[in-house]
């Protein structure tokens, strides 16, 4: 009796679960409109992206570096390009790739920190001109930067006259101008702020802290994704300033990355695309490398548990 009784639920299990494969088996056009579009979209917009990058490699690994034997598959591999920029025989590349790390460092670490304590400040107190202030910054986040450039030229050119350090054609003298955007990231740390308790502020003044020390050592901690993300922002905008830069630096051995292939293709667009693309190449290295860097702190961190009710 139980013999018979196991092929006959087997059978029935067996119909059961093909029904539910049936059940579950969706037409081609309506998968296509709920989520194959995706897709096709997706491929659409890596091979959109992908192009430029593919053909910037391509055109630094051909030996003639022309454009007009470049193509988005190089038939000759050659590392010439490479070895003419490093070697300098176009110019100081590799002094010109210091003064860019410098400069980025520099400049990022300092506009993420003021725009911490702005972001702050606006966030956690209330004061006369509070509302004025956030609108102003932000008018000035939309004001074109282009506009700016003879009133930055002509300060940077006016303190160089009392401190030669700073003046035209300094490194130091091109940080400073570029400081100009230093709290550009308010508004983005801010709404970080503001998803966080207060309840954190007030326990830890309530132990003796000072406010001081409620940003270092209470939020500064749970800030770290954002912190992670702007500093990457940062970096990135100004690794890839060339108007201000060309306008100040005109020595060659205080130029940027941008400013000095920039200058180095210029001379002849048609023979020099190989080296060009080659430092192009070669800038990427270090945003990448920051990206993978913190992409731990971008990805993770977060203040869940920091509350208890």
């Known amino acids: ?53 593919l053909y910037v490699i391509s055109a630094s ?4 570096g022309t454009v007009a034997s470049t193509g988005l598959i190089p038939t000759k591999v050659s590392l010439v390009n490479y070895q003419n920029l490093l070697s300098g025989a176009r110019g100081p590349f590799l002094r010109w790739y210091l003064n860019t790390i410098i400069i980025c460092t520099v400049v990022a670490t300092a506009q993420v920190f003021l725009s911490l304590l702005g972001a702050y400040a606006f966030s956690r107190f209330r004061f006369a001109g509070r509302r004025g202030g956030l609108l102003a910054l932000l008018l000035i986040m939309m004001f074109p930067a282009i506009l700016s450039m003879i009133a930055i030229y002509t300060m940077i050119s006016q303190i160089g006259q009392v401190v030669p350090a700073f003046g035209l054609n300094t490194l130091a003298g091109y940080s400073l101008a570029l400081m100009g ?34 940003f270092r050592i209470i939020l500064l901690p749970t800030l770290k ?44 667009r048609s023979n020099n695309l190989g080296i ?20 731990r702190y971008i990805v993770g961190g977060s203040i869940s548990g920091a509350v208890k009710g």
């Open 181 to 214: 955007g230093a709290l550009g990231q308010v508004w983005l740390i801010k709404g970080t702020f503001d998803t966080i308790p207060r309840e954190l502020d007030e326990a830890a003044i309530i132990d003796g802290c000072t406010h001081w020390q409620v």
């Open 1 to 53: 009796m139980s013999t018979s009784s196991q092929p006959v639920s087997r059978s029935a299990s067996n119909s059961s679960e093909d029904s539910v494969v049936i059940e579950n088996h969706m037409p081609f056009s309506r998968w296509f409109r709920e989520i194959g579009w995706r897709h096709v979209v997706g491929v659409i917009a890596l091979v959109f992206g992908a192009f430029p990058v």
């Open 61 to 64: 690994l051909n030996p003639l």
């Open 276 to 295: 060009f693309a080659a430092g192009a190449v070669l800038t990427m290295a270090p945003v990448i490398a920051l990206f993978q860097y913190l992409q």
């Open 225 to 268: 994704p954002i912190i992670a993300t702007t500093f990457l922002l940062a970096f990135v905008g100004v690794i890839s300033e060339f108007l201000l830069g060309s306008i100040i630096l005109t020595d060659n051995s205080q130029k940027t990355l941008a400013v000095g292939l920039y200058g180095m293709l210029v001379g002849d």
